[in-house]
């Protein structure tokens, strides 16, 4: 009875979840992380940021329990999923030119917005998510940057692989949404959904090691893709196993994997990447990079802290209508409200190089709360 006691008593974490994404110009945003949103700059002025406060007016809470952050290149705009404990399934849109918030009211129809994992196609601005066994998609391609009307999830069909037991592990590129981890898949394989042509591709594809035996393992983990410095559909995309040992790049140009160095943190972490980066949010709240280059992919690059990040300037926060920081940016705009997705350099046919995915898997919590009054009450019913 003690011991029952005892376990009533121990307080039981809720946990709001921290995400880090990029704008279209590649400078990088840390939201939700001790309830601040900051600017970080570009890649050029990450050893010593200028971190600048963003707007909080409409902004979302931070406290639910599976945050997901999303890019619409096209658009400038990043979409946030699941980061409203009250609206789970609402998705929060952050205007990066605009410097402002809105929210977009959503209809579950099925999806659970509390564990489910999504993916954001480049192209047609279409969410694509896996629960309950079945294929959903919400469609974005009209709402954009500023919330409209409300809309919904709704199926698509029900994939051609085993999903009982199944914790998707998603990557989009060349719009192609590619599952990893499926039961009964060997190393470096993936099941593939063609969007374009709404279907699940009959066959698995494979992602040959590079050189030696280095492929992906069959393991559950992170994804995050790499944007083209072009504008158009990713090529390659990063795999990272929940235990951090190490970052597999995939090419789906050329169907091949590459092996590098995880992580020094290996701490439960989400990522992000640009087109030159790959970022790390871990559990403690500490953001690293690494340096990518897509034309040079095997080159072994050293993870980096981003610090002092968390003090953003003072002044720009709540404003409504500023203009987001692009401290020390030297690209241009890599997406606008007016650019076309016209698609060009991605592969239609489903035998072509597969896609990947956007982010995967559940974002990790940076701040916990505990509940007791209910554990405490239950507890005294045995008193």
């Known amino acids: ?85 009250a609206n789970p399934a609402n998705v929060y849109i952050y205007d990066a030119t605009d410097n402002s918030w809105s929210m977009s009211v959503v209809t579950t129809a099925g999806v659970d917005p509390n564990s489910v994992v999504s993916i954001l196609d480049h192209d047609t601005n279409v969410f694509y998510a896996l629960s309950g066994g079945n294929l959903y998609q919400l469609d974005y391609s009209t709402i954009t940057k500023t919330a409209t009307g409300p809309t919904a999830w709704e199926a698509v069909e029900a994939p051609n692989f085993q999903t009982t037991g199944y914790k998707p592990v998603m990557a989009i590129a060349q719009n192609h949404i590619h599952f990893l981890d499926v039961p009964g898949n060997q190393a470096g394989q993936a099941n593939i959904f063609v969007i374009h042509f709404s279907y699940f591709q009959p066959e698995v594809q494979s992602y040959p090691a590079a050189s030696g035996s280095q492929t992906f393992p069959e393991t559950h983990g992170q994804v995050t893709s790499f944007f083209d410095p072009n504008n158009l559909v990713q090529q390659q995309f990063a795999f990272i196993p929940d235990d951090n040992s190490a970052v597999y790049i995939v090419n789906v140009e050329n169907n091949s994997t590459i092996s590098l160095t995880g992580p020094t943190d290996t701490t439960a972490s989400t990522f992000a990447a640009s087109t030159s980066a790959l970022v790390q949010l871990t559990s403690s709240g500490s953001v690293y990079y690494m340096p990518f280059g897509q034309a040079n992919p095997g080159a072994q690059n050293t993870w980096t802290l981003i610090s002092n990040f968390g003090t953003a300037a003072s002044g720009s926060n709540g404003s409504s209508n500023g203009t987001t920081s692009q401290t020390g940016a030297s690209q241009t705009a890599h997406g606008s409200s007016t650019a076309s997705p016209s698609g060009s350099g991605s592969s239609s046919s489903p035998s072509a190089g597969s896609a990947k995915g956007g982010a995967a898997g559940l974002r990790i919590s940076g701040q916990t709360v505990f509940a007791l009054g209910a554990i405490a009450l239950g507890a005294a019913l045995f008193l």
């Open 1 to 85: 009875m003690l011991s029952l006691l005892l376990s009533l008593l121990a307080p039981a974490a809720v946990f709001a979840g921290p995400c880090v994404e990029f704008d279209s110009n590649f400078n990088l945003y840390v939201f939700g992380l001790n309830g601040k949103d900051v600017n970080v700059g570009a890649q050029s002025s990450w050893n010593s940021p200028n971190p600048q406060a963003i707007a909080t007016s409409g902004r979302p809470p931070f406290d639910g329990t599976n945050t997901q952050c999303f890019l619409s290149q096209y658009n400038n705009a990043i979409y946030i999923l699941g980061a409203d404990n």
